[in-house]
T-cell receptor
Framework: GAVVSQHPSRVICKSGTSVKIECRSL??????MFWYRQFPKQSLMLMAT?????????EQGVEKDKFLINHASLTLSTLTVTSAHPEDSSFYIC????????????FGAGTRLSVL | GDSVTQMEGPVTLSEEAFLTINCTYT??????LFWYVQYPGEGLQLLLK?????DKGSNKGFEATYRKETTSFHLEKGSVQVSDSAVYFC????????????FGIGTKLQVIP
């Protein structure tokens, strides 16, 4: 099956620093990737939809200048949390969608971000 | 907007016990329904799906039936194994071209020998 690799799996950083999370589709080309966030005891919430070669589409309430998304190739999307603060501590997970199978998303293992 | 409600775990069962994880949904159209599973340290994997009313999705001994009248998609398995220990997410996508996924909270299942 299709494999999505997400790195790092866990990161701890100081408040005010920026953190980059990578999402790679290893054995297929993904024209669309998604970034989700999960708070404790809550659902995964869609943050943004990333299309290769174009600007990401952010969900309402998500700060695009805070969460920078780049989808420069068909196999890589990155999420950068800029000037991270403790309230950004969360579980972030990406998914990738095949162009020909639009009702199935393949997920990475997620990244646990802790901001001190 | 769309929403998915599922029981909050953790659910602890003995091996070979019967499993039910309840899931109900709210959607404006005719959604497709999914169950995803996340094993420790891995990404979410699609477990099963159903795209229209009365469809039954099944995989690895798990089953769920799309019940439009009760807006439910409960996950069941007749005899769980230790290897089934994972977090299970109920989810939906609306009909149409935009495949935004709405997830439930996730239910952690722990199966003990």
């Amino acid at each position: 099956g299709a494999v999505v690799s997400q790195h790092p799996s866990r990161v701890i950083c100081k408040s005010g620093t920026s953190v980059k999370i990578e999402c790679r589709s290893l054995d297929f080309q993904a024209t669309t990737m998604f970034w989700y966030r999960q708070f404790p005891k809550q659902s995964l919430m869609l943050m943004a939809t990333s299309n290769e070669g174009s600007k990401a589409t952010y969900e309402q309430g998500v700060e695009k200048d805070k969460f920078l998304i780049n989808h420069a190739s068909l196999t890589l999307s990155t999420l950068t949390v800029t000037s991270a603060h403790p309230e950004d501590s969360s579980f972030y997970i990406c998914s990738a969608m095949l162009a020909v199978a639009k009702n199935i998303q393949y997920f990475g293992a997620g990244t646990r971000l802790s901001v001190l | 907007g769309d929403s998915v409600t599922q029981m909050e775990g953790p659910v602890t069962l003995s091996e070979e016990a019967f499993l039910t994880i309840n899931c109900t949904y709210t959607a404006t159209g005719y959604p497709s329904l999914f169950w995803y599973v996340q094993y420790p340290g891995e990404g979410l994997q699609l477990l099963l799906k159903a795209t229209k009313a009365d469809d039954k999705g099944s995989n690895k001994g798990f089953e769920a039936t799309y019940r439009k009248e009760t807006t439910s998609f409960h996950l069941e398995k007749g005899s769980v194994q230790v290897s089934d220990s994972a977090v299970y997410f109920c989810a939906l996508t609306e009909s149409g071209g935009y495949q935004k996924v709405t997830f439930g909270i996730g239910t952690k299942l722990q199966v003990i020998p």
